[in-house]
């Protein structure tokens, strides 16, 4: 299938650059939640700083596309649905700074019996935006495969819902915590980072509506 962007190779290698950001953020993310499980306190802030910046450098792709689109994009319905699919991507980037921002600031203890889950959720958190990425990529380019990895990442957020589950499961059953408070914070910390899937879910399914309204 040609490409959405026809001829328009610059504003198609930005749209390519900007997904990179958007995979690259789940990558940092990855990394910076092995590295504070290992209470490795100063890679983990270096991978904040990384993330800070990469913000900033999709922020500004995202606009220059922006002003691409609506300076070279002749099909206003195709170019307000690309606006709105960049628009929800950039949150998943936002989503996943945030939560390291938080991490940095309130420095959780993560117990040892759930840091396995902790670093499993943020394994599939990252397999979620890489497919999620996969799928936005195919919309632009080949939108035959989009189902195909729209289903893988409804599968990887899944598995994020369960380790969630399975985390305040433990942490509100173990006599291993003395407070409530250490229990509370340990459930905010996972529903945010389960937060990154569901964002990646609902720009997925927004996804799913655009590429069907181009089949018909």
Not at 34 to 39: A, F, N, R, T, V
């Amino acid at each position: 299938m040609i490409s959405i962007f026809g001829k328009i190779a610059k504003m198609e290698r930005d749209v390519k650059s900007y997904l990179y950001h958007v995979q690259r953020s789940a990558l940092i993310f990855d990394e910076a939640m092995q590295e504070y499980m290992k209470d490795d306190v100063a890679r983990f802030e270096i991978r904040l700083d990384e993330i800070g910046k990469l913000a900033s450098d999709a922020n500004q792709l995202r606009r220059k596309v922006r002003d691409k689109l609506y300076e070279h994009m002749l099909i206003p319905e195709v170019r307000g649905d690309v606006w709105e699919l960049l628009e929800s991507l950039h949150k998943v980037i936002d989503v996943t700074k945030k939560i390291m921002e938080n991490y940095s600031f309130e420095k959780p203890k993560i117990p040892d019996f759930v840091k396995a889950d902790f670093l499993n959720m943020s394994e599939y958190i990252t397999k979620t935006v890489e497919e999620l990425v996969n799928a936005v990529s195919a919309y632009f380019s080949n939108i035959t495969m989009v189902t195909e990895f729209s289903n893988k990442v409804f599968f990887y957020e899944n598995e994020v819902d369960k380790l969630e589950d399975t985390i305040k499961k433990v942490v509100f059953s173990t006599d291993k915590l003395k407070t409530l408070s250490e229990r509370i914070q340990l459930r905010y910390f996972a529903e945010k980072m389960a937060l990154v899937s569901d964002v990646a879910e609902t720009v997925c399914e927004k996804l799913s509506v655009f590429a069907i309204k181009r089949e018909i």
